[in-house]
C-alpha cells in the first residue's frame, strides 16, 4: 500500500495542500479548529487499506494552504468552493465528504449545496442544526444564551483579542485544548464554552501533567510547528463570519439532508451538551441517518481519540454504500 503523500492543489482560487493516499472512490476529511491535515492521520492509510482515495486538505486559513487577508473570504460560500473546486481539482465528480467540528459544517453545507457531488456525508463531534426562517441573527442568540457569562465563539469575535491570548505561548494552548476538549479530564477540569467575562477562554483550562495515551508529544510538536508559522487568524476568521453564514443562507431554512449520513461523537463532548437538541432530532433532520452514535469516554476530538472506533464505522458506512 501506498504512503501518504503531499502536494498542493489550485481550487477556488487558492493554493491548498493536501495529504492523499490510496486510490478508488474518493473521500474528504474536512478538519476542526484548531486542527489541520494531520488531524486525520490515523484515518488516511485506514481508508486507503479499506479500497478508497482519501484526500484531507488543510482549509482555508490553516496549515501550507493560503490565508487570504480579508476576514469575509472565510464565510461558508468560499469554504464550500474550496471543497467543490478541491474534487474537480482531484479529477473527479463524486466524493464521500466527512466533517469534524467546523468541517463538519463544511461537510452539510457541501452536502445540501451540490447533493450531485456529495453522495454521503459523516459528521464528527457537531450535529447538524437546520436553520429556520424564525432564527434571529447568530451572534445576538448567542448573548441571549450567555447572559451575564462570556461565550467562547464571541469572544473570538473581535480580531486580534483571541489570537493575542492563544499565540502567547503556542505549545501550551495546543496541549491544554487537545486535554480539556478531550473525554480524559475529570469532569471539573473539562473544556468550559461559558466564563465569566473577566476571564480569558485558557484561564478556565488546565495545562495536562501528562498527556493522555491518544496523545503524543510528537502530535504536539506537530500542531505547535503549525499554529507558530501560521498563527490562529485564518481558523478564528471562520467564527467571525457566523452572521455572514446566516445573512448568506436564508434560502437553506427548514432544509434536510438527504444523502446516507452517518453520525460519531464522544459520549463527553461539550459540543453535545451545547446542542443536545440537535443531536436529539438528528433523525428528523437526517432522514437518511443509518447511524448515530455516542462513543463511551470519549471527548471531542473523536477521530483521534478513538481511530479504531471510528475507522470501523466510516468503513463500514462507506462499503454499504
Not at 23 to 51: K, T
Not at 94 to 100: K, L, M, R, T
Not at 236 to 260: C, V
Request: include cysteine.
Amino acid at each position: 500500500m501506498t504512503s501518504v503523500t503531499h502536494r498542493f492543489v489550485e481550487t477556488n482560487n487558492i493554493k491548498m495542500h493536501i495529504a492523499e493516499q490510496g486510490q478508488g472512490p474518493l473521500v474528504i476529511l474536512c478538519h476542526g479548529f484548531p486542527e489541520c491535515w494531520y488531524s486525520w492521520r490515523h484515518q488516511l492509510s485506514a481508508l486507503a487499506n479499506a479500497g478508497f482515495h482519501v484526500v484531507a486538505p488543510d482549509q482555508r486559513g490553516y496549515g501550507q494552504t493560503d490565508q487570504p487577508e480579508p476576514i469575509e473570504a472565510y464565510n461558508i460560500l468560499q469554504l464550500v468552493g474550496d471543497i467543490v473546486g478541491l474534487v474537480n481539482a482531484l479529477g473527479e465528480e463524486q466524493a464521500f465528504v466527512v466533517g469534524h467540528d467546523w468541517g463538519a459544517a463544511v461537510a452539510w453545507h457541501c452536502a445540501l449545496l451540490r447533493p450531485d457531488i456529495f453522495r454521503a456525508i459523516t459528521l464528527l463531534s457537531v450535529p447538524y442544526r437546520p436553520r429556520s426562517w424564525e432564527d434571529i441573527q447568530p451572534t445576538q442568540a448567542m448573548k441571549l444564551m450567555a447572559g451575564e457569562q462570556e461565550f467562547y465563539q464571541l469572544y473570538f469575535q473581535e480580531p486580534g483579542k483571541a489570537e493575542a491570548d492563544l499565540e502567547s505561548d503556542v505549545r501550551a494552548t495546543i496541549r491544554t485544548m487537545l486535554y480539556v476538549a478531550s473525554g480524559d479530564p475529570p469532569p471539573s477540569k473539562r473544556w468550559r464554552f461559558l466564563f465569566n467575562k473577566s476571564e480569558k477562554p485558557l484561564d478556565t483550562s488546565s495545562v495536562p501533567e501528562q498527556l493522555p495515551a491518544w496523545l503524543t508529544d510528537q502530535d504536539i510538536d506537530f500542531f505547535t510547528s503549525e499554529f507558530k508559522r501560521t498563527g490562529f487568524r485564518g481558523g478564528l476568521n471562520w467564527y467571525r463570519n457566523i452572521d455572514k453564514m446566516w445573512e448568506l443562507t436564508p434560502f437553506l431554512s427548514g432544509a434536510k439532508l438527504h444523502q446516507p449520513a452517518l453520525f460519531v461523537a464522544g459520549e463527553t463532548d461539550g459540543v453535545i451538551t451545547m446542542y443536545r437538541e440537535a443531536f436529539d432530532t438528528l433523525e428528523q433532520n437526517m432522514p437518511n441517518l443509518k447511524q448515530k452514535i455516542l462513543l463511551s469516554g470519549a471527548g471531542h476530538w473523536i477521530q483521534q481519540e478513538r481511530p479504531s472506533e471510528v475507522n470501523r464505522l466510516l468503513i463500514e458506512f462507506l462499503a454499504n454504500l
